[in-house]
C-alpha cells in the first residue's frame, strides 16, 4: 500500500472485511464516513444486532510511529473523550 493515501487504504479495508463477512456467511451492512458516529466513523460493520466501529490511521513508514500497548491505551481514551 506503499505511496497510497488513507482514502485508498480505506476502500481497501472495506474489501477485506466485507469478504470476512461474506466468508462468514452474515447479512451485513457496510458504511463509511457515517455522520454522527464520531472519531470511529471510518468504517461501520453492522451484523444482526452487533455493529462495529472503525477509524482507521494509515502511515507510510509503520515502523516509525509504531504504537506500544500502553500508547494505545491513552491514544483510544482520547478518542473516546473527545
Known amino acids: 500500500m506503499k505511496g497510497e493515501g488513507g482514502?485508498?487504504?480505506q476502500i481497501k479495508m472495506a474489501g477485506v472485511i466485507g469478504?470476512?463477512?461474506?466468508e462468514r456467511g452474515?447479512?451485513?451492512?457496510l458504511a463509511t464516513n457515517v455522520t454522527n458516529a464520531g472519531n470511529f466513523d471510518d468504517l461501520v460493520y453492522t451484523a444482526?444486532?452487533?455493529r462495529y466501529?472503525?477509524?482507521l490511521k494509515h502511515t507510510?513508514?509503520?515502523?516509525?510511529?509504531?504504537?506500544q500497548?500502553?500508547?494505545?491505551?491513552?491514544h483510544l481514551r482520547k478518542?473516546?473523550?473527545s
Open 53 to 55: 466501529y472503525l477509524q
Open 7 to 9: 482514502q485508498q487504504f
Open 48 to 50: 444482526g444486532e452487533r
Open 79 to 81: 478518542c473516546f473523550e
Open 19 to 22: 469478504l470476512r463477512g461474506m
Open 69 to 74: 500497548p500502553k500508547d494505545m491505551v491513552e
Open 60 to 67: 507510510e513508514n509503520p515502523e516509525t510511529t509504531y504504537l
Open 26 to 29: 452474515e447479512n451485513f451492512e
